[in-house]
C-alpha cells in the first residue's frame, strides 16, 4: 500500500458526460501529480500541483481540469469525455525537495461508452 | 524534450534465468532516474532511485545501475512473482518534478 487512496476505482459512463475523479496524498506528501495511461502509450503527464497551487503541465486537454484543496487532496475533473479518454488515470505524490520519489495510486479505470 | 527508451518491449525468462532490462535516456540535466515495477491493472511501485552515473541500488534479486546515457535492471535468478512490467523515468533538473517515463518492459518468468 503506497499511501495514495484514488476514488473511485471504476468509472464507466456515457459520451459527453462528466466526471470527477479524487485523489488523497500520502501523509505530509505537499505534490501531488495525475498521469494518465493508455493501451497504446506509456504514462503520460497531466498536470502537478503543490500546496495548493499549480505547479506544472503537461499534456492536458482543455476539457480536462484539476485542482488542489487546502487539505492537499486533489480531484480531477474530466468533461464532454469521448471514446478516446478511456483510460487509467492514476495520482501520485511526492514530498518537495531532495526526495523525489513520487508514490502511486491504484488508479482509476475510466470507460467511455 | 525528454526522452526514454526501454528495451525490450517483452522478456520471457525460466525460473532462475539472469538477465537485464535496459532504459536508454535524454533529458536536459537529470535529477533522478526511476524505476516502477507495474502490476496489470495497478499503480507503479516505487523500486529505485538513481541520482548520477555509478550509482548501483539493490533489493532483492534486483540490482539497477546508471551511467550518463542509460540505465540497467538486473534481475538475477528470477522468480515467477517477479513477473509484471517495469518502467523506468527520469527527472529533469531544471524546472518542475514531473517524470518522464518510457513504455516499459513486461517481464514474464516461466516457472
Known amino acids: 500500500d503506497s499511501g495514495v487512496t484514488q476514488t473511485p476505482k471504476h468509472l464507466i459512463t456515457a459520451t459527453g458526460q462528466r466526471v470527477t475523479l479524487r485523489c488523497s496524498p500520502r501523509?505530509?506528501?505537499?505534490?501531488v501529480y495525475w498521469y494518465q495511461q493508455s493501451l497504446d502509450q506509456g504514462l503520460q503527464f497531466l498536470i502537478q500541483?503543490?500546496?495548493?497551487?499549480?505547479?506544472a503541465k503537461g499534456n492536458i486537454l482543455e476539457r480536462f481540469s484539476a485542482q488542489q484543496f487546502p487539505d492537499l487532496h486533489s480531484e480531477l475533473n474530466l468533461s464532454s469525455l469521448e471514446l478516446g479518454d478511456s483510460a487509467l488515470y492514476f495520482c501520485a505524490s511526492s514530498v518537495a525537495g531532495e526526495r523525489t520519489e513520487a508514490f502511486f495510486g491504484q488508479g482509476t479505470r475510466l470507460t467511455v461508452v | 524534450e525528454d526522452q526514454v527508451t526501454q528495451s525490450p518491449e517483452a522478456l520471457r525468462l525460466q525460473e532462475g534465468e539472469s538477465s537485464s532490462l535496459n532504459c536508454s535516456y535524454t533529458?536536459?540535466?537529470?535529477?533522478?532516474l526511476f524505476w516502477y515495477r507495474q502490476d496489470p491493472g495497478k499503480g507503479p511501485e516505487f523500486l529505485f532511485t538513481?541520482?548520477?552515473a555509478g550509482e548501483e541500488k539493490e533489493k532483492e534479486r534486483l540490482k539497477a545501475t546508471l551511467t550518463k546515457k542509460e540505465s540497467f535492471l538486473h534481475i538475477t535468478a528470477p522468480k515467477p512473482e517477479d513477473s509484471a512490467t517495469y518502467l523506468c523515468?527520469?527527472?529533469?533538473?531544471?524546472?518542475?518534478?514531473?517524470?518522464?517515463f518510457g513504455t516499459g518492459t513486461r517481464l514474464t518468468i516461466i516457472p
Open positions: 523515468a527520469v527527472q529533469a533538473n531544471f524546472g518542475n518534478e514531473k517524470l518522464t
Open positions: 501523509s505530509g506528501d505537499l505534490s
Open positions: 533529458v536536459s540535466g537529470l535529477r533522478g
Open positions: 538513481l541520482y548520477s
Open positions: 500541483y503543490y500546496n495548493g497551487e499549480e505547479r
